[in-house]
């Protein structure tokens, strides 16, 4: 979601549009893989993951593309995102992700926490030097839009839905909302994935011992050497059967549980669970997981992983293609109640790493988990290395589980902020 342009896009078609993305993931791997000493010195600095996800978003912001008229951060979601999660998770070795453990849940629930009490923190510190800025009277009160943004942080979508109708927040509002939602996060997950580029510095810094992460890679790379091959049309054609097989799969099964659960079980609407991408995130997760201890766990020597990757970054130029950078100037005070709440979960986060010595990685990831949800949480995982996806999407889905709960909590303590 994103604020839409006030004039038609420049490109309407949205063949040309992933064409275009294509043409910029493509030059993006040429450029970060040339040798050439100008590619080599910018890419020093620029990780290549922050390009793929930024310059869609230039073309979105100079009104070149419209990510908001486009249907391809939906097709990229709905239909690669579970495709590559499950192709991602094939090749996984759980009991040793189990093994990274109470570091990465402690540190992912301080990022709860820190959004919890960010949200009235930030209100009380923009309401010392500009009360006008948090104030506001009835659905126009802008602590209750701040609960939609709470719910969009902590759980997802669904939960940022409940939060408009549980403090009844008007629609004009809930717009620029959106907006502050969006451009925040986005913000944040691009420095998350310029730090992911960082991590054994990071890791320095926190006095962490990455060793465990680190591990997990490792393993990942041996099983991969051990069973690596040139791959031909028949192994390819197997690995999109099985990636886009589980996604109908795990369509069948969001279509059909949600809207039962919908019916029989209305409350518990609350831990997302009447979602049905949270069902079609859920499926396919378990889907990869289940197949990770059978035989089809060796194509991972034929590319699965590789190809889970390469949609998992058409999700992230999709994902890029729905920030409008222009937003900032329409509201200004609110991005900046926002990019404080942001801080505040970060100084909270970072501080409860520093005491765990805990990596970078459960630092980037715990806080994704909370703030780009199921969606994005993987993209910033992978950054790391794809074997570690799956690590985003389930912290990820404890994020659905405490979505409503948390924000409704966070929307009670910044109304009380706000008088």
């Known amino acids: 979601m994103s604020t839409e342009h006030t004039q038609t896009p420049l490109i309407t078609n949205d063949a040309v549009v992933l064409g275009l993305l294509m043409v910029i993931l493509a030059g993006v791997f040429v450029t970060s893989s040339s040798k050439h000493p100008l590619f080599r010195g910018f890419y020093k600095f620029v990780p290549a993951l922050l390009l793929c996800y930024f310059i869609p978003s230039v ?26 999660l499950i192709l991602l998770t094939l090749s996984i ?44 009277q009835g659905p126009d009160a802008i602590w209750r839009g701040l609960s939609t943004v709470a719910g969009s942080w902590i759980g997802g979508g669904a939960n940022q839905t409940a939060m408009k109708e ?39 810094l926190l006095g962490a011992d990455a060793s465990i992460v680190e591990r997990v890679k490792e393993k990942m790379e041996d099983y991969r050497t051990s069973v690596s091959r040139i791959p031909n049309l028949t192994d390819i054609m197997v690995i999109l059967g ?10 069948l099964v969001a279509d059909n549980l949600a809207p039962y659960i919908e019916t029989h079980a209305p409350y518990l609407s609350k831990f997302s669970l009447t979602s049905g991408f949270f069902w079609l995130i859920v499926t396919a997760t378990t889907l990869g997981l289940i197949l990770s201890f059978t035989k089809l766990k060796r194509y991972e020597g034929a590319g699965a992983s590789r190809l889970g990757s390469a949609f998992i970054y058409v999700l992230v130029a999709s994902i890029g293609m729905k920030m409008d950078i222009t937003a900032i100037f329409e509201s200004p005070g609110l991005f900046l109640v926002g990019i404080i709440w942001i801080l505040i979960h970060v100084a909270i986060l970072l501080t409860t790493a520093k005491i765990l ?61 706000s008088y």
């Not at 093994?99 to 923190?121: D, M, N, Q, Y």
């Not at 199921?374 to 992978?382: K, Q």
């Open 93 to 136: 070795d759980l009991p040793e992700v189990m093994r990274l453990g109470f570091k990465a849940v402690a540190v992912f629930v301080s990022g709860t926490i820190g959004i919890i009490v960010g949200g009235p923190l930030a209100i009380l510190i923009v309401s010392s030097f500009a009360p006008e800025l948090v104030g506001g």
């Open 242 to 251: 099985i990636g886009f097989g589980g996604t109908a799969i795990s369509h």
């Open 166 to 204: 549980v403090f009844v927040v008007s629609d004009s509002l809930f717009s620029k909302m959106i907006a502050v939602d969006v451009i925040c996060a986005n913000i944040w997950m691009a420095f998350l994935l310029y730090g992911a580029a960082r991590s054994p510095k990071l890791d320095k």
């Open 59 to 84: 073309f979105n912001s100079l009104g070149i593309i419209n990510g908001e008229s486009s249907k391809l951060y939906f097709v990229s979601s709905r239909y690669l995102l579970p495709t590559s």
């Open 357 to 417: 010595k805990a990596p970078f990685f459960f630092v980037a990831v715990g806080s994704q988990a909370n703030i780009g949800g199921a969606a994005s949480a993987p993209v910033v995982a992978t950054a790391f290395h794809p074997s570690l996806a799956p690590v985003g999407v389930l912290l990820a889905v404890c994020g659905y589980a405490l979505g409503t709960y948390g924000a409704w909590l966070c929307g009670i303590l910044m109304q009380v902020a």
